[in-house]
């Protein structure tokens, strides 16, 4: 596990050991993002952006985003990586130092960033509650809105044809697919009474998202068939945390009250 502290540290975690691999000399890192088939890690800290190699050498930095980055996301291939800023996202391309980013351009302070798993589109969410989807190829801008708070989590499916969010009461996925979510209402399954979604995760392999409420429900539904079942009742906690296993077999979720939760799935969600 990486974390970043408030002293400007990163910091590797396994067991009760931790090895420092990089140090800002002040700024505190807020943002992590990992390629594990690079072996590359990403922080920022303020307005900074550092990328490692599997060595702990730096490979790329870059220092002038408009403003302090809130969210990183690699490109597929790890040839890129994406920083969310206030008034869009910028993407820096790592075997190119000294360049100029792509610079994704629209109004707002924009909070996270995914990039799709088939690389097509790019994703951030934004303080003024709604998500921003931008095409890759030719740099084409959606808008993704009408959520009623602030969205935490952006989860992909695994071929990249859904994106799922967290900020309704119910979880919502847009398709992707074509030329992307424009004009496509959002498929939802999940309303919890007085429950907002706090976090999505996607199944590795199915088109299957788990949802993580604000009263400790766990949810686990099918974006299609728009129908979801029950994994957890409510705790009265809310959900902070929700990762599948590699194999889609076993889902985990945290809460608020430091309880973890592990969910064995024991039948197929999608018939």
Request: charged residues 20%; hydrophobic residues 40%; negative net charge.
């Amino acid at each position: 596990m990486l974390i970043g502290t408030d002293g400007g540290e990163l910091l590797r975690l396994g067991g009760s050991d931790a090895d420092k691999l990089a140090e800002t000399g002040g700024p505190w890192i807020g943002e992590i993002a990992v390629h594990s088939g690079r072996g590359l890690r990403a922080f920022a800290a303020a307005k900074a952006l550092t990328v490692l190699d599997a060595g702990g050498a730096v490979v790329f930095e870059a220092a002038d985003h408009p403003s302090t980055v809130a969210g990183l996301s690699f490109s597929p291939d790890g040839a890129r990586i994406a920083a969310a800023h206030y008034g869009g996202v910028s993407v820096w391309k790592l075997t190119e130092p000294g360049q100029k980013p792509v610079r994704l351009d629209w109004h707002g302070s924009h909070t996270a960033v995914s990039w799709s798993p088939n690389g097509q589109f790019i994703v951030s969410a934004m303080q003024d509650k709604e998500m921003h989807c931008w095409r890759w190829k030719d740099r084409t801008g959606m808008r993704m809105s009408g959520y009623p708070s602030k969205i935490r989590a952006i989860a992909w499916t695994a071929d990249g044809q859904y994106v799922a969010a967290s900020g309704a009461d119910t979880v919502t996925s847009w398709d992707c697919s074509g030329k992307g979510p424009s004009g496509k209402p959002p498929l939802e399954f999940g309303y919890v009474y007085d429950g907002v979604v706090r976090q999505v995760a996607a199944h590795p392999a199915d088109h299957v998202v788990a949802g993580g409420y604000s009263d400790g429900t766990v949810l686990i539904g099918a974006i299609e068939q728009e129908t979801a079942m029950i994994a957890r009742p409510a705790s009265g906690h809310a959900v902070t945390g929700l990762a599948w296993t590699a194999d889609g077999g076993t889902l985990v979720a945290t809460d608020e009250s430091g309880a973890v939760a592990v969910m064995r799935i024991l039948e197929p969600v999608v018939s």
